[in-house]
């Protein structure tokens, strides 16, 4: 029996529409769905509700939702990767291949496995302490962002990747993102739009107070090291805008790319530059 994993994002107001047209779609075919059990009774659909969702075994994931909705679930199965579909009920729906006008359609395709699963890497955030001591922060499909922890003060930043110091400047943070999340903040701050499937890490200051320097990409394997010069001030990490964490003024942020990988599900008719075209460049 086939099982779909279905996460519905609350604040969308068709939300419930289109939970009874999916649940209906799959009864029809004797497939189960599984939601949150929280979701589930919120929904009235108590019999479809489970606990440890990213736990189970599904044969696909289905994200009700904007793009924030797809990144925190490809989060939560980042211990048990299974594919994931965006369904687009957000603003801009930029890595979800479904809209809501062609649901049974592309449900269709879904079940007779007509589609690709895009392999596409994590970053991981750590941070190290004085003595050497590493703690992990955290998977983020986006980006990592470290950044100041007061409002409206520009910070003093050193940078290095691997071994090698980079640079030390006056920003207001750093924005260390995937090919997936340049299209992201790193995009909003200056920084290059990558292919997806391009191996590689976009570094991108955020209003540096300088002219001298420029978004930078770097290799896959590489790691990026980040730590306050002037250990008065304060910043935080975010792991795609979803996740904080206050880091120590001594402490050094380290991020990688992780061997784990999520897998975002795309359709052959859906060409990433198509997309580009029509939802980012739009208005252009």
Known sequence: MMTVAVFPNLIKPEMRDILLRIRDFFADRGARIMLPRVRAAEF???????????????????????????????????????????????????????????????????????????????????????????????????????????????ISLALCVNDTPLVECKADGFIVATPTGSTAYSLSAGGPIMNPMVKGIVLTPICPHTLNIRPLIIREEDAVHIHLVDTRQSIIVTLDGQETTPIHPDDTVTVKCSDVRAGIIKFADKDYYQILRTKLWRNC
């Open 44 to 154: 009235g659909m108590e019999e479809s509700g489970v606990d440890d969702i990213e736990r189970l075994p599904a044969d696909f994931a289905l994200s009700l939702g904007g793009d924030g909705t797809l990144l925190g679930i490809c989060r939560r199965y980042a211990a048990n990767p299974v594919p994931v579909c965006g369904i687009n009920m957000g603003t801009l729906g930029f890595m979800a291949d479904i809209e809501q006008n062609e649901l049974e359609q592309r449900l269709v395709q879904l079940c007779a496995g007509d589609y690709r699963v895009e392999w596409r890497p994590f970053l991981a955030g750590y941070v190290t302490k004085p003595d050497g001591a590493e703690h992990f922060l955290g998977h983020a499909i986006n980006d990592i962002v470290v950044m100041k922890g007061d409002v409206a003060r520009i």
